[in-house]
């Protein structure tokens, strides 16, 4: 794959045909790839808010009517609008939570490996 004539040809949507959808398998596939964006330590330090239906992206909307009105028809236009959500927090149970997965992952060769894993993650 070229990258660089994709990167050369994309472009920002700025308006929606508010009357076409994202194909299902399509919308499942971009997702499957934001859940598989790389992080810091593989901390995952997100959440994605998906909305697909008009009254939550009429709720996210709101959002845009206090000085960025330019952006409200595209959120209520879109097939689909994501929300890009950050942790502000990185609590026990999230790094908890990472960490068992990986583990369920077979990333461990050993417990050695894990604790080495679990400590420098939060050490970073
Ligand atoms: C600081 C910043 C704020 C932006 N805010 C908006 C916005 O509110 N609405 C919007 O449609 N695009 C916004 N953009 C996107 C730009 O207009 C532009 O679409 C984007 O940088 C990608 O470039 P392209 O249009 O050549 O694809 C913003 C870009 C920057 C850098």
């Known amino acids: ?24 398998a399509t919308v499942d596939a971009l997702l499957e790839q934001l859940r598989h964006s ?5 901390s995952q330090p997100w959440h994605f808010i998906v909305a697909d239906s ?3 992206k009429a709720r996210l909307a709101k959002s845009t009517s206090q000085g960025y009105a330019y952006n409200t028809p595209k959120l209520l236009d879109a097939s689909h609008v994501i929300v890009f959500c950050t942790r502000t927090e990185m609590t ?23 604790a080495a894993q679990n400590q420098s993650r939060r050490h970073y």
């Not at 990167?7 to 508010?18: G, I, L, N, Q, S």
């Not at 790389?38 to 593989?42: G, R």
């Not at 026990?92 to 894990?114: I, N, P, Y």
Request: proline share 4%.
């Open 92 to 114: 026990e149970a999230h790094l908890d939570s990472v960490l068992d997965q990986e583990a369920a992952d077979g990333r461990f060769r050993d417990d050695q490996a894990r």
């Open 54 to 56: 008009a009254e939550s």
């Open 1 to 24: 794959m070229d990258t660089v004539s994709l990167a050369k040809r994309r472009y920002t949507t700025k308006a929606y045909d508010a009357s076409r959808r994202i194909p299902q």
């Open 38 to 42: 790389p992080s810091s330590v593989n």
